[in-house]
């Protein structure tokens, strides 16, 4: 099982895909570098393969990489950066508190 994920900015979201097809995506607003991340999708066919995760991980990396920062409004998220706490510096400081981090 071959994964990539890539930004698509056209629908403004990142896309998990399984052997080229699409099995997931997590939406953002992003303004001045600050992502809004509002919804985690993954397609049911893909569920319990842990595609969520990678998906998350994967963006937030990249958005680290930008030197960007994190607004995780999907509750999934912050459990994510619960299980890779190395990543929770990306959502600011005075903001972790309201996503329980």
């Not at 939406?27 to 991340?37: C, I, Q, W």
Request: hydrophobic residues 35%; aromatic residues 8%.
């Amino acid at each position: 099982m071959g994964t990539t994920v890539t930004d698509n900015p056209d629908a403004s979201r990142f896309e998990i895909t399984v052997d080229d097809t699409v099995a997931g995506w997590v939406d953002y607003r992003e303004h001045e570098g600050e992502y809004a991340l509002p919804h985690t999708r993954v397609l049911p066919e893909f569920e319990g393969r842990g595609i969520g995760s990678e998906l998350i991980v994967q963006t937030l990396r990249t958005i680290a990489e930008r030197q960007g920062s994190v607004l995780p409004f999907c509750p999934f998220i912050p459990k994510v950066l619960h299980d890779n706490p190395e990543l929770i510096d990306l959502v600011p400081a005075d903001q972790r508190e309201t996503f329980g981090l």
